[in-house]
């Protein structure tokens, strides 16, 4: 079964640099969220889209941006980057906006230098 | 935490025994879901319980949901190596429509 592809698996940048995470939900999905997980931390919510609109905002620095495309799938951008950036971030779809189990994809590891 | 906190933060067992892990949250929910997290790895959906359920079963899982308490607990029977992993719960509603995730529960199954 179709999963939720994150690309790339691993980045590393340097302070100061820009850096693009790239989530393709399960097909049919219609929501997408990104959360932040630092070292030995929980998940912490970034960001959300509902059928290419930004649905809810959580704890995103004004650094990053992101959106849904029309195709479903989302990109987090991330300017200006510091050390304290350096986490795995992770992309979830779900169907219908909530209700329903959140399928993650395996997480793209950003280490800042 | 985004949301509450989880109850023991680690829980070490022998292979076989029954684990317990709780969460509590703050606000008024929809839906509570619990999920698992191998180090370094995705989150994996375990069980969603909605606001008007009290109790819901998925193969060892047990889940509970105390609303009055605003807590829910997560029970493994027969528990395995293979369970070791961090768990965490996470819920839905109140102020917001996104899923915000509680603290989480080192569980260490020892063979």
């Known amino acids: 079964a179709a999963g939720v592809i994150q690309s790339p698996r691993h980045l590393i940048k340097e302070k100061r640099e820009t850096a693009t995470l790239k989530c393709y939900p399960i097909p049919r999905h219609d929501t997408v969220y990104w959360y932040q997980q ?26 990053f941006s992101a959106q849904q495309f029309s195709d479903y799938h989302s990109e ?8 304290g950036d350096s986490a795995l971030y992770f992309c ?10 959140y399928t993650f994809g395996s997480g793209t590891r950003l280490t800042v230098v | 935490s985004q949301q509450g906190e989880e109850d023991p933060q680690a ?25 698992r997290q191998n180090s370094g790895r995705g989150l994996v959906h375990l069980i969603l319980i909605r606001s008007n ?45 996104d899923m915000r995730f509680g603290a989480g529960t080192r569980l260490t199954v020892k063979p």
């Open chain 1, 38 to 63: 630092g070292p030995g931390q929980d998940p912490q919510f970034l960001i959300s889209f509902y059928e290419k609109m930004q649905s809810d905002k959580g704890s995103i620095p004004d650094r």
């Open chain 1, 76 to 83: 987090l951008n991330m300017s200006s980057l510091e050390l």
């Open chain 1, 92 to 101: 979830a779809s779900s169907p219908l906006g909530w209700g329903y189990g």
């Open chain 2, 11 to 35: 829980l070490s067992i022998q292979e076989g025994e029954n684990a317990t892990m709780n969460c509590s949250y703050k606000t008024s929910i929809n839906n509570l879901q619990w999920y």
């Open chain 2, 53 to 97: 359920e009290r109790e819901k079963h998925s193969g060892r899982l047990r889940v509970t949901l105390d609303t009055s308490k605003k807590s829910s607990s997560l029970l493994i029977t027969a528990s395995r190596a293979a369970d070791t992993a961090s768990y965490f719960c996470a819920t839905d509603g109140g102020d917001n429509n």
